[in-house]
């Protein structure tokens, strides 16, 4: 396929629009996407098509794309799926940049064929395919509506990228009622050519666009997101909101759009590596897309929380630990800065305390010094409509200090109360002020700012060069391939650890029992004993190891024992031999483990080891290859990471071998791509400077035809 596709630029900000199946009928699609491109204000060429010919609003129809002379940059497509590909052959004829194929009946109902040979005619043609199953193109560069949703649609700075068409049709009538402003909202629908990293390539270097909120099912071709989100990242905020969390969310999101949704753990922490802030709901990445360009960053990290009640700032309080907001804490400090507005019977600790019966001056009072302090960085303002509390004042309070202080400092406000609490809230946040019914909802849009703000300031990690044996690697896999199997044999997983250089016990595999006895006596007491055979990968579910074996006659028992039991459990499986191997010293076990995964590629993964790791899920995932920070940070993600730092009197262990590790196994299943699984369960991690060793791997190639 020729590498000759247009600059992304002609999809965003065409000269020139052909709407292939534009109707007479004002109730079809065709009719009102053609009234969005008129009425919306574009001012390129606008040119609509339909066999019947005659005009539309004012303009001429022609029968067929091919009566058009002048270039065109976009088509967008909305005819029954039975003519688009002819409708495609003709566009090429004409030297059509883009298609926009709103049409649905393709890939999202199993008609997988048709679409692949549109994609497949339009590439080889230099033409790119938005869609199918789409609801269009809104760009405000190009005062471009080229979709069948709102008429209205606010400029701003928010970019939307929408993988469902009809969520997409309702978030942009919320924008235009919660007065969000966009720069472009693109629907991707099967992204059948064009996906989310396409579109990025223009968003991410758009100047008007602060914020970019993408909606996603499932992720086709993680590697190039990745290298595409690390990017933008560093410069704008991105917001995610990713359904198929579920089991059946999962399933329910794959018959929709015919994309996999993939393991929602590895989403979420790929997501985090880079970068990107993860939104539960529509709620929450609507209303930090708003926050966002209307705050500056905070400067530092020390937050103060300002209250009429108890109650709710507590509520803020642990808001701001969930979050990621870190409350000044500064006792004296505060004490000297807010007791002159703080009654006696309240609390200048934070949260700043003005109680129940608390005026506008109080607040106002309060606010000044919060705002115009230099060791306080935001400011959380919450209040709770009382008796003796002025809501109208309050109103006016937040509209006064957001105006003088946006700029500045940012400070994010909560109104709980009733009817009046309401229409107060109604009011400012149609002039951008981010106050909320809901503290949580202030906090969490605050912790946004925090979560770009590091961001920014996180130093890049430069790569470190590993160095893995790939020829010797390649060498065993072909073994297995030549074997007929996909499960490596202990002592093959044992050869490419070594390849790799990640320390492992020695060992030896015995074919009798005669030389299990030799073997265990040259590597030394105590020594472990593992069974070798195609057939078995979990070998302690068979009584198919035993530790900690100290003389020779343990050995013998040892030997039949795991002969007998796996013969009795698994009959049919034949057994090479019995490895012999060195006994480790005990230590912390960890799991370090990498994979094909298939939305992201290569991905690896940590967490704390032993036979407990498949309940407990207590692991880390990030895109491979990796760096030693993001190494460091996966580490630190574990809710079993304090164990590494030592406690009761422990010694830390062994952290920089964890991250040598970690590489070692990103680059072998980066590099190693016919290798679909490694792990190494567990890793011994010993103390500070006496390194790890790998006790256990388990290998599986991927699913190919393997060589006679």
């Known amino acids: 396929m020729p590498d000759n596709k247009p600059d992304i630029t002609s999809l965003f900000e065409p ?86 194929i709103i049409t649905s009946g393709f890939s999202e109902v199993g008609n997988i064929s048709e679409e692949r040979r549109i994609v497949e005619f339009a590439r080889a043609h230099g033409m790119r395919v938005l869609g199918p199953n789409i609801f269009g193109i809104y760009s405000a560069n190009a005062s471009l509506n080229a979709t069948f949703g709102p008429a209205q649609i606010r400029k701003g700075n928010v970019g939307i990228i929408t993988q469902s068409g009809a969520l997409g049709i309702a978030m942009m009538g919320k924008t235009q009622s919660e007065n969000i402003g966009l720069s472009a909202i693109i629907s991707i629908g ?312 990640i320390p492992a016990p020695e060992s030896r595999i015995a074919r009798n029992l005669e030389e299990a006895v030799a073997f265990a006596e040259e590597i030394g007491y105590p020594v472990v004993l593992k069974v070798v055979s195609k057939q078995i990968i979990h070998k302690s579910d068979v009584g198919g190891v035993a530790l900690d074996i100290l003389n020779k006659e343990e050995v013998i028992d040892a030997y039949q024992s795991i002969i007998n039991s796996c013969r009795q459990h698994m009959p049919d499986a034949h057994i090479e031999g019995v490895e012999i191997c060195e006994m480790v010293e005990p230590g912390i076990e960890v799991i370090v483990g990498a994979r094909i995964d298939p939305s992201f590629g290569p991905v690896v993964m940590f967490g704390l080891g032993g036979i407990y790791v498949e309940v407990m899920k207590d692991v880390a995932f990030r895109a491979a290859p990796v760096t030693p920070g993001e190494a460091v940070e996966m580490i630190s993600e574990v809710k079993g990471y304090p164990l590494l730092l030592g406690v009761r009197g422990e010694k830390k262990k062994d952290i920089n071998s964890i991250v040598d590790c970690i590489l070692k196994m990103g680059m072998i299943i980066n590099e190693c791509r016919e290798i679909s699984d490694i792990e190494i369960n567990p890793l011994v991690v010993y103390d500070d400077g006496e390194g790890a060793r790998a006790v256990d791997a388990r290998i599986i190639l991927s699913n190919k035809e393997v060589k006679k």
């Open 15 to 100: 000269k020139s629009v052909a709407i292939v199946g534009a109707s007479h009928e004002p109730s079809k699609i065709g009719y009102k996407i053609l009234e969005n491109v008129i009425r919306g204000g574009y001012s390129g060429k606008v040119y609509p098509v339909n066999p019947k010919g005659g005009e539309i609003l004012g303009y001429r129809v022609y029968k067929s794309i091919l009566e058009i002379e002048d270039a065109i940059d976009l088509a967008c497509i909305s005819i029954p799926a039975p003519f688009v590909f002819e409708a495609v052959q003709q566009c090429a004829s004409r030297g059509v940049k883009y298609l926009a």
């Open 190 to 501: 099967n992204k059948s050519d064009i996906d989310e990293t396409d579109l990025l390539e223009y968003l991410g270097s758009e100047q008007n666009t602060r914020v970019i909120l993408m909606y996603i099912e499932g992720v086709k071709n993680g590697e190039k997101l990745v290298d595409a989100l690390k990017k933008i990242t560093k410069t704008k905020t991105v917001i995610v909101i990713k359904s198929g969390r579920s089991r059946r969310g999962a399933i329910a999101a794959a018959s929709h759009t015919g994309s996999l949704a993939g393991e929602d753990n590895v989403f979420s922490d790929i997501m985090r590596q880079c970068g990107v802030i993860r939104c539960e709901t529509i709620s929450e990445a609507l209303n930090l897309s708003k926050t966002v360009p209307e705050l500056a960053l905070p400067s530092g990290e020390n937050t103060v929380i300002i209250t009429n009640g108890g109650g709710v700032g507590v509520l803020a309080a642990d808001a701001s630990e969930k979050y990621g907001v870190n409350l000044y804490s500064d006792y004296p400090k505060l004490k000297s800065l807010f007791q002159d507005c703080v009654p006696q019977f309240g609390s200048t600790k934070n949260p700043v305390d003005l109680t129940g019966q608390a005026t506008i001056q109080n607040y106002r009072d309060a606010l000044k010094k919060a705002l115009e302090a230099d060791e306080i960085s935001s400011v959380i303002c919450v209040a709770c409509e009382t008796a003796l509390f002025d809501v109208e004042g309050y109103a006016d309070l937040i509209k006064n200090s957001f105006d003088q202080y946006r700029h500045k400092k940012p400070i994010v406000f909560s109104l709980f109360g009733g009817k009046k609490a309401d229409e107060c809230i109604a009011i400012l946040r149609k002039d951008g002020i981010p106050v909320f019914h809901d503290v949580y909802d202030a906090v969490f849009c605050l912790g946004g700012l925090y979560r770009q703000l590091g961001n920014l300031k996180k130093p890049q990690s430069a790569e470190r060069e590993v160095m893995v044996d790939k020829a010797r690697i390649q060498e065993i896999i072909e073994i297995a391939r030549r074997d007929g199997r996909r499960f490596l044999l202990s002592a093959e997983a044992h050869a490419i650890l070594e390849a790799a250089g």
